[in-house]
T-cell receptor, first 115, second 113 residues
């Protein structure tokens, strides 16, 4: 079965420090991996994705993620955190389902950036 | 929130009533999805549709129904059979194909008392 794990419910970092939000996955075949961010009472916003190629993917708002096939991980990173980065972050994997594709999401990690 | 609209933003209903949540997209996406999000939890898939006039049950379809008569629209009905309907409901859409991300609407918060 396809699954996504985010081992940390909560991550706290000081403003200006680097941040990492962890994600591991289990999927048959080639993984297509995504990160989304959710602000309170809003829908999810797409940050970045890994499809193929370079293992380091750059996305919106200065975020990047590193794909590691041997560790089946896709950790989200940012060199210098901002207070405005505080939000709920979801990792997701896309996979074949029936005649099309579908997504499974991790449980989410709440990021708090402290001033 | 891209080109997806959900209405209303807040919805209140009495127990035993059916209620329909609207989702419209102008992104020309073939695929559309409905998710449920409970406080402090991730997203759970209710229904999805890869093409007009076709839809499939997700992980928690019981007590819900959908239709996909137009490419742009994917309404979700929460029926009285749904035991715990109070939640935040998110609609999403995407192009078909492995590499495409989903775009999400702003969500509808449904409260049933």
């Amino acid at each position: 079965a396809q699954s996504v794990a985010q081992p940390e419910d909560q991550v706290n970092v000081a403003e200006g420090n680097p941040l990492t939000v962890k994600c591991t996955y289990s999927v048959s075949g080639n993984p297509y991996l995504f990160w989304y961010v959710q602000y309170p009472n809003r829908g999810l916003q797409f940050l970045l994705k890994y499809i193929t190629g370079d293992n380091l993917v750059k996305g919106s708002y200065g975020f990047e993620a590193e794909f590691n096939k041997s560790q089946t991980s896709f950790h989200l990173k940012k060199p210098s955190a901002l207070v405005s980065d505080s939000a709920l972050y979801f990792c997701a994997v896309r996979f074949r389902w029936g005649n099309g594709q579908n997504f499974v999401f991790g449980p989410g990690t709440r990021l708090s950036v402290l001033p | 929130d891209g080109g997806i609209t959900q209405s209303p933003k807040y919805l209140f209903r009495k127990e035993g009533q059916n209620v329909t949540l609207s989702c419209e997209q102008n992104l020309n996406h073939d695929a559309m999805y409905w998710y449920r999000q409970d406080p402090g939890q991730g997203l759970r898939l209710i229904y999805y549709s890869q093409i007009v006039n076709d839809f499939q049950k997700g992980d928690i379809a019981e007590g819900y129904s959908v239709s996909r008569e137009k490419k742009e629209s994917f309404p979700l009905t929460v029926t009285s059979a749904q035991k715990n309907p109070t939640a935040f409901y998110l609609c999403a859409s995407s192009h078909s194909g492995d590499s495409y991300e989903q775009y999400f609407g702003p969500g509808t918060r449904l409260t049933v008392t």
